[in-house]
């Protein structure tokens, strides 16, 4: 949230969604603003590649970019119990 609020040009509405199901959690951000004009050129900030990197190590998915429709999608989804940990 808030990078969301840090880098969403022009955003009138952020929302959060939070829900579980199947043994995960998953959680989507997004926003109805306008990505940097930057943000073609490279991947992602460090913000982007900590999150993502923090979401692997949880045997979770990333995804960040922009949305259907415009805006800023950023979601992550990680299993609620690791399994094969000792």
Known sequence: MANARRHAAGAREITATVRTARGTVRVEIHDDGRAP?????????LGLIGMRERVHLLGGRFTAGRAPGGGWQVTAEVPLHRTGAT
């Open 37 to 45: 004009r930057a943000i073609g050129r490279y991947r992602g900030g």
